[in-house]
T-cell receptor
C-alpha cells in the first residue's frame, strides 16, 4: 500500500464550480499536510499548509485534515481558468525528515 | 515568503558531458535540501536528501556516482549529472527546508541530453 493515495484525474470543471481534491494516507504519524500547485513545466509552489487536524482557509482555498479518517482535502471555490494545474498533496511526520507526495491531480477549469 | 532559485532553468548538452545544476535558498538558511526528478505526467521522485556539510542520502535505485550532490553551504546545493545520456533527460527540481515545517521548491531545471 502506498503511503499517500491521490486520484490522478484528470478533473475538468466549468468556471465558477467548487472543486474538491482529496488524498488518503496510511501512516498515522503524519502531522504536517501540504498542498502544492504545479503549472505545466514549472516547479511546485506551496499553496496550503496545515498542522494536525482541522481546517485552514486562504481566500478561495480551504484545506481540511481529518486524521481519524486519514483523509485530507483541498477545496477551491469559484474556480477560475487560472486554477488549471496539477495539485499535489504532501505530508510528513513531526520530524519533517521525509515527505511523501501524492501523484498529483490534474485540474482543468473551463471558461 | 521563502524563495528557492535554480540555475540554469534549461540546459541542452551532448551525451557524455556533465551538467551541474545549482539550487539556492535566497532568503533563508536551508539545513536540508532535496533533489527530485519528474518524468512527464508523473509525480515527483525523490532522488536524494542532502544536509549541509555531510554526504547526501540517496534513494534506492539512484546512482550516487552518476548524480553527485554537494551541499557546501546553508544556501547552496548542487546536483551534477555526470556523463549524461539521453535517458537522463528530465525535469530536475530542488527544494529547501529551513526547519521541520515544509519544503519550498525551486522552479526546476529542464535537462535535455542529445
Amino acid at each position: 500500500q502506498k503511503e499517500v493515495e491521490q486520484d490522478p484525474g484528470p478533473l475538468s470543471v466549468p468556471e465558477g464550480a467548487i472543486v474538491s481534491l482529496n488524498c488518503t494516507y496510511s501512516n498515522s504519524a503524519f502531522q504536517y499536510f501540504m498542498w502544492y500547485r504545479q503549472y505545466s513545466r514549472k516547479g511546485p509552489e506551496l499553496l496550503m499548509y496545515t498542522y494536525s487536524s482541522g481546517n485552514k482557509e486562504d481566500g478561495r482555498f480551504t484545506a481540511q485534515v481529518d486524521k481519524s479518517s486519514k483523509y485530507i482535502s483541498l477545496f477551491i471555490r469559484d474556480s477560475q481558468p487560472s486554477d488549471s494545474a496539477t495539485y499535489l498533496c504532501a505530508m510528513s511526520d513531526i520530524t519533517g525528515n521525509q515527505f511523501y507526495f501524492g501523484t498529483g491531480t490534474s485540474l482543468t477549469v473551463i471558461p | 515568503g521563502a524563495v528557492v532559485s535554480q540555475h540554469p532553468s534549461r540546459v541542452i548538452c551532448k551525451s557524455g558531458t556533465s551538467v551541474k545544476i545549482e539550487c539556492r535558498s535566497l532568503d533563508f538558511q536551508a539545513t536540508t535540501m532535496f533533489w527530485y526528478r519528474q518524468f512527464p505526467k508523473k509525480s515527483l521522485m525523490l532522488m536524494a536528501t542532502s544536509n549541509e556539510g555531510s554526504k547526501a542520502t540517496y534513494e534506492q535505485g539512484v546512482e550516487k556516482d552518476k548524480f553527485l550532490i554537494n551541499h557546501a553551504s546553508l544556501t547552496l546545493s548542487t546536483l551534477t549529472v555526470t556523463s549524461a545520456h539521453p535517458e537522463d533527460s528530465s525535469f530536475y527540481i530542488c527544494s529547501a527546508m529551513g526547519g521541520a515545517e515544509t519544503q519550498y521548491f525551486g522552479p526546476g531545471t529542464r535537462l535535455l541530453v542529445l
